[in-house]
């Protein structure tokens, strides 16, 4: 299968210069190709449309003009672009799952049919053809056998999470209302918006089932989509089903392999997806919001916050919306425009806590860590009553912040709250055991703090890495040793986790492997005093290095 590799780098910028055909105005090409590079997506879709015009038998060509109008949202010229290339022989799989969505949309079914075969089976197309093979037929009035088609136990590996959402949705269009409940209680596994909206799918169909107590107790105000729904059933309004057809059960099937290639760093083909999606179902807020997203990782932010803007209002994902435009604005150095829209709207009569974390949040990013705490409790002091235990996480946030501001006894204080409202959240245990430690401070309670952390979370390499620096501090240097190459191998990549290792192996006398990883490390942080610290260890030893370090 060939990757949409090129969907965020134009070729030319990964591999060897296009030869570009004599006909074609150079300008154009050569102009597209550095307004992409200057991260201004939708320019670069206008200008390599342009040099496809002027040389329409350019497969290449056509190739990365397609591949920038998905990128710059162009739906129409997305779908004409793939349909030329199909009919020019072109049978890439993401070509062929363009020109499919497009017949999807224009209720084709008969193209559906058509293209079906040629979508393949490798990949993502394994799930993906299975899925508009079984909406195609709840289409055509077949909804046993589209029914029956996406029935989890059929499948396995990692097909199944997608057939057991897929078929969740499929439920609740045919009306089985009890059946697409308990489906939707299966799935909603997670934290997120998705999962929140996937709930939102559960009270639905538990509403229409008559059982509307049980969907408001699904429905607690812990995130403001949730509370929104809430209050729309309470108001007797339906809250309507996720996907009521095949445009919007493709959407959420895009939206999924978006996602899931996020995570696998797939950035370029999780775009693509998130398009896809957008151009299925745009009355929808989940995929502006992924393809802003990526949109942003990928340094395209006035793209990104085009994408935000068609984030539909009044669901509770305002504030989310707003935040990521605040970070946009932020990267493009818009820093002063963010701070106003968001304190405007933390100063607004109807502010929510989600509009005071985000300008927490945005204090932080700028190192104002006082002013980021007192965002924090400002919504502690105003909601932190009603939230009952899931304000834990405030009261966490807000003791960072103080930490980082000087205000030791502040942050200790709202640790232990933390803790109070959640006994069991290992992450603040680790939090206030390690800065115990490292501040000399009971190491009894230390130890037992971390020690717990890291029996309730095994699998999280900053937990094991602080029960591994422990270890270390109190003299069990083979056991340090062994418990931070298990940190490492959870999280191969953090410098501060290689920098620990280092130090156990000196102590344990393999000077040469505790200098290469100390070199790891040093090749991996920023500028600063990690640096010089790191720098110190190399040129002088961890014993003479904070001597030396004294010194300078």
Not at 171 to 197: E, F, I, K
Not at 357 to 377: C, D, I, S
């Amino acid at each position: 299968m060939r990757s949409l590799a090129a969907l965020l780098i134009l070729a030319a910028a990964a591999t060897p210069a296009l030869a570009t055909p004599t006909a074609l105005p150079r300008t154009a090409y050569v102009l597209g190709r550095y307004a992409w590079l200057d991260h201004d997506v939708e320019r670069a879709a206008r200008l390599l449309e342009s040099a496809r015009l002027a040389d329409p038998a350019s497969a290449s060509i056509t190739r990365q003009a397609w591949e920038l109008a998905v990128a710059a949202g162009d739906g129409p010229r997305a779908f004409k672009l793939a349909q030329a290339m199909g009919a020019a022989g072109n049978r890439d799989a993401e070509v062929v799952i363009t020109r499919l969505a497009d017949a999807v949309l224009k209720k084709d079914w008969a193209a559906v049919q058509q293209l079906r075969p040629a979508l393949g089976v490798q990949a993502w197309p394994q799930v993906a053809g299975p899925v508009i093979d079984a909406w195609a037929q709840f289409a055509r009035g077949d909804t046993d056998g589209a029914s029956a088609a996406m029935e989890p136990a059929r499948t396995q590996g990692f097909m199944r999470p997608y057939f057991a959402e897929q078929r969740a949705h499929m439920l609740a269009a045919l009306g089985r209302w009890d059946a697409a409940a308990s489906a939707y209680a299966r799935v909603r596994a997670g934290n997120g918006t998705a999962a929140a909206v996937l709930r939102q799918g559960q009270a639905d169909a538990l509403a229409m089932a008559g059982r509307k107590d049980e969907a408001l107790a699904l429905l607690f105000p812990s995130d403001r989509p949730t509370a929104v729904a809430r209050q729309r059933l309470e108001a007797g309004k339906r809250l309507g089903p996720l996907a009521p057809d095949a445009r919007n059960a493709m959407a959420w099937m895009f939206l999924r392999f978006s996602d899931d290639l996020a995570r696998e760093r797939a950035e370029p083909l999780a775009l693509f997806f998130a398009r896809l999606a957008s151009f299925m179902a745009p009355e929808q807020p989940l995929p502006w919001l992924s393809v802003a997203d990526h949109l942003a990782q990928a340094g395209q932010n006035q793209a990104a916050l085009t994408a935000l803007a068609r984030v539909p209002a009044g669901l509770g994902l305002d504030e989310l919306a707003r935040s990521r435009r605040a970070e946009a604005l932020e990267a493009m150095g818009a820093g002063k425009e963010a701070g106003e829209l968001l304190q405007a709207a933390a100063a607004a009569p109807g502010a929510s806590v989600e509009d005071l974390v985000g300008l927490a949040a945005w204090h932080q990013r700028a190192g104002r860590h006082a002013e980021a705490a007192t965002a924090y409790g400002t919504a502690i002091d105003r909601f932190g009553a009603g939230m009952g235990a899931q304000a834990w996480n405030l009261h966490y946030l807000r003791a960072i912040m103080r930490d980082r501001a000087g205000d030791w006894p502040g942050a200790e204080a709202d640790l232990k709250t933390a803790l109070t409202l959640f006994p069991d959240e290992a992450g603040v245990m680790n939090y206030l055991g390690y800065t115990l430690m490292e501040r000399g401070e009971r190491l009894a309670e230390a130890q037992a703090l971390i020690e717990k952390a890291a029996k309730l979370r095994p699998g999280d390499g900053g937990i094991i890495d602080s029960l591994g620096w422990l270890q270390l501090k109190l003299g069990q240097v083979d056991e340090a040793v062994a418990t931070l190459e298990r940190a490492l191998a959870l999280e191969p990549e953090d410098p501060t986790l290689i920098s620990h290792l280092g130090d156990a192996l000196w102590s344990q006398g393999r000077r040469i492997e505790a200098r290469f990883r100390w070199r790891q490390a040093l090749a991996i942080v920023a500028e600063g005093d990690e640096k010089r610290r790191l720098q110190a260890r190399l040129d002088y030893g961890l014993d003479a290095a904070p001597a030396m370090l004294a010194q300078r």
